[in-house]
């Protein structure tokens, strides 16, 4: 009789061990349902906000390049003055370094 009665022990455990990983895996599928729209949310903003980042890079890349230009047209134009204004900017330079 005892080993009738571990079995039906058994059996009961091994429905609610069942019943909990089914419960488990529903609330996992409902967790996981949920979660897809906010990871799409997510992911749509990092692609504008990468998109934006990749304008403003190029932007910035082509002022600094026509700022270039620019500088190398008046050093052109006017070597002395170049000349001047880079050596007032090292001693600046070495004046605030120093202290």
């Known amino acids: 009789m005892n080993t009738v009665s571990n079995t039906l022990q058994e059996n009961e455990s091994a429905s609610t061990t069942k019943k909990a990983a089914s419960m488990a895996h529903d609330a996992i ?10 990871e799409k949310k ?4 990092a692609h504008r906000a990468q998109d934006k980042f990749s304008a403003t890079s190029a932007e ?6 026509h700022q270039m230009e620019k500088a ?13 204004i880079a050596f007032a900017a090292g001693i600046l330079a070495a004046i605030i370094l120093r202290k």
């Open 60 to 65: 910035a890349s082509e002022q600094m390049h």
């Open 42 to 45: 997510v992911r749509d903003q």
């Open 29 to 38: 599928d409902q967790a996981a349902e949920k979660a897809e729209p906010l």
């Open 72 to 84: 190398e047209a008046f050093i052109k134009q006017r070597p002395i003055a170049a000349t001047g």
